[in-house]
């Protein structure tokens, strides 16, 4: 399934029979209908201060609007072309004033048109290939803004889950004090021993590098959103905690093709091969004769009063066959025809890449599925396990230490299972990135 990916162009200058992936029916007409703009898939998650995080960086990010200031760039280079295509006319007006033994004066002025018969298409290649790197730099666009869609997400889940995190470890602190009084009240009463009391302050200075690591990634984090926002790194200092929905396992029926279809860095590299194939196709031509009008309406006169009397009307043509010129267009050619195979291997290799992307992201989300499936099952031994020697306290069969132990096992249980949560939530957002911002809900086993 994957062989029309990689081996599906063949023959320069020109392909006629592009790939599946990427592939985009190119006329003058839909140029302008490839939007920048990609699916919100972010509104899966359902938190409008995440949509405001995104609309506010879509709005600020400078990457972004370096990849619009690009697209503004191919159209006036695809104009620019266009505009070769039509005549020309000049306007030309002078004097000359000569002096000697008597002084004289002339003044001319005239219009001149020139005109280049496009008889090869070479000029219409030029706009061929410009077109093609307007349409690739749309496509960038598309990627650049899924790519800080992306991270913006995975930011904010990750300050989302920190904030989950130190609640549990502050919990989890405050329960090592309770059990380190009650070791000191036993050792007191001669019932416990000084390693005991050791052990538990060497467990809650552990506890406490656990917060204070945990402190400054949420600074770092924090730092890390507000510059991907486009703003200053300290301009965002707090999120609201929501609720986040974990996405189900996703059944096996997604179609590879779309997905990879969906791609724009793929549709963008193709549409760069496209764009060199013109390109060695110009050079080419560029090679023949050319042939151009020219046509000019002059007049001279002694006096401004008569200038305008007399028009002298000049129509010519020109053909320009090269000769000699040290193999300069040929090598020219030759040139484009290897910058066109560099851009078919580097189409391969995004090829390559986005499917290599697209299954190790699919393997994540099924391996971290698996892995919160089982923390989840451990939780509940774990809960079990604390409600058992809860009650063995309640009936003087244990003392208060044995119930604080299990419930400080509950909390690392319920830290275990909170990072695989939110493991599995990146894991989402990673698999919606590789597939090209789609709003991903099913998938299937590569092919």
Known sequence: ???????????????????????????????????PDIPAWWHLLGSRQLDNLIHQALEQNPTIHQSLTRIEQTRTALLRSQSDKLPSLDLQAGTSIQRGKTKSEAYSAGLAA??????????????????????????????????LSAEIAGSWIRIQYQHRRHNLLKQLYNLGEKHIFLIRTQFSNGLGRAGDILTQLKNQETIQSRIDMLTTDMEIEYQNLSTLCGQPADSIKSIHIESLTIPDTPPETASWKELLNSRPDIQASWQRVRSAEWSATAAERARYPTFSLSAAVENTSDTLAELLDDWLWKLAGNLIMPLIDGDSRLLAQKQQEAIADERLWQYRQTVLEAIADLTQAWSREMLQHQQL?????????????????????????TTLIPALSQHSALLEQQLTTLSSTRDLMLARISLIRAAGGALVTSFGEPQ
Request: proline letters at 5%.
């Open 114 to 147: 020139s005109y280049e018969l496009d008889l090869w298409n070479r000029r219409n290649a030029v706009t061929e290939s410009a077109r093609h790197d307007s349409l690739a730099s749309v496509l960038d666009a598309r990627t650049a803004k899924l790519s």
């Open 1 to 35: 399934m994957l062989q029309p990916y990689l081996f599906g162009c063949s023959n320069l200058p020109f392909r006629q029979n592009p790939p599946e992936v990427g592939e985009i029916e190119i006329t003058p007409q839909n140029h302008n209908q490839i939007d």
């Open 373 to 397: 499936k089982l923390n989840h099952q451990q939780l509940t031994l774990t809960r079990l396990q604390k409600e058992q020697a809860a009650a063995s306290f309640q009936y003087g069969e």
